[in-house]
């Protein structure tokens, strides 16, 4: 009548509990050995799942509060001030850094959930469970990625959106939107390969869209490179320095100021702001009286 | 029977324009228009997006100085014109506000304060940085004895050319600016060298222990000043650069621009 097999599950423990019911009513000493027997029976694996659930529940509060001393420890809530996601955080009466605190919280929770369940050998969701497991650190990378994606846009794109303010040109605040977007789509992409999703369609997609970037970036930037990469040495190696006398192509005068990108040449009340560039492909004449 | 508050209804009767300086958020809110006009806002940082506004470089102790800075500032933007008369709210012995002073806006007041900062050649930052360093070397000086420095700002390559070495550049291959937190040590412990730092526009510190060469006719500095003030005087009415001097015998801090003693600052009061 009352299953002894060494892995009772939870199945037999309750159809033994259900044959137990008063209705049948074997005599009443039988009716109190079941219960301590089914007590025997059942401690030494759920007792253990229940603990593991108790612990599960303890590490994750834990991981909760250390994590998110470290997060506040480090300075990431002011980081993050003001961005999108913190405000559509704090209008749902959270934080991004509880939200972060609290997802490694979950994880570590559903995982001992997890382990409890299969020490417990639940069987029929054993399968599921296995899976499941497999699945969730994958995921709880990708949700960490997604998150860490949309805070990074966000303030990615405040802060170019800072550095813009003194130039006032409207077509200017295209640039930050553009900055945001590419770090949330890279994020997503690692994210949708993180769950196993088929991205190479949208690698082919970064790519070009990486490949666009430089390709016209060095075309647009060309002369301005040539001329840091030139300021540099000029700047290091001082061929010529303030208040010398030059000659630059068919400029000369008096050396005013030497920056990366452009050396301001002065004579009779004109000022030339003369490309680094020029002093390499032209040759610099220093005029000694 | 008159009020007390008659008193400053006559100050501020008929004015062409109210000016406030260094106001806090409430009291530009209560004053930002005054008979539909707004008013002009004269402070370090334009807290409140002031319409009219007039940037101080430094927050001048003398109340003097800073209405004359406010006033020329607000004629180059063509807030007031010649012949004016406005109500300036300043505060004479606190931060707050706590006097109304009327003056007229004339050319004749136009010292050059403002035209010192904003219309020289160097930026008005690099302008403004000197001064920092200028008053911080006469506040504590160096070692505790006073010093004497002469730093010549902006016009670079003309004065290096009026100018000759008097031993090695230190600044030679460096490219220090001022405003660099590490600067004011550096030029503290250089300041015991004799001669000029010369600066140039963009506030790199081209050279120290430069003897100046001006030609020094016709320049106009009150007697009883030093060889050093005269130098910095001289240099700049033969170049563009302005000159900013920490006399050491009385530890004042002068500015000079075309040959003229436009300021004069005491150290003491920063």
Known sequence: MIDTSPTPTVESVLSAAVRARPGTLPPLQSAGEVVRSALLS???????????????????????????????????????EGTAFERTAREFGTSTVSLLANLSGYF??????????????????????????????????????????????DKVELLIDERLRGVKLPQAGILPGIAKWSVVFIAVLIALGQIGVDTVALVVLLATYGFAIVLFGGLAFRDLLASGAAGFYLLLEQPYSIGDRVRIGDTDGVVQEVSVFVTHVESDGAEYVVPNRRAFTEGVVRIRE | MTSSADLLADLAADVDGVFLFSPTGSTYEDYREVDGESVVVVAQENDHDAEHYVELPLEFDNVRDRIRFGVEGAMDHGFCADGDVVACAVGVFGDSIDAVIRTPVTESMHSGIYDLFANSRPDPSVVRDVFDVAIELGKKGQKGKPVGALFVVGDAGKVMNKSRPLSYNPFEKSHVHVGDPIVNVMLKEFSRLDGAFVISDSGKIVSAYRYLEPGAEGVDIPKGLGARHMAGGAITRDTNAIAIVLSESDGLVRAFKRGQLILELDPEEY
């Open chain 1, 108 to 153: 570590i929770f559903i995982l001992g959930l997890i382990v409890a369940l299969t020490i417990a050998r639940v069987e029929y969701i054993a399968a599921f469970w296995n899976r499941t497991a497999g699945f969730l650190p994958s995921l709880f990378l990708a949700v960490l990625v997604l998150i860490v994606g949309l805070v990074v846009g």
């Open chain 1, 42 to 80: 059942l401690p030494a694996r759920l007792w253990l799942a229940l603990g593991v659930v108790v612990l599960a529940a303890f590490l994750g509060y834990l991981v909760v509060r250390v994590n998110r001393r470290i997060l506040v420890g480090a300075g990431v809530p002011e980081t993050i």
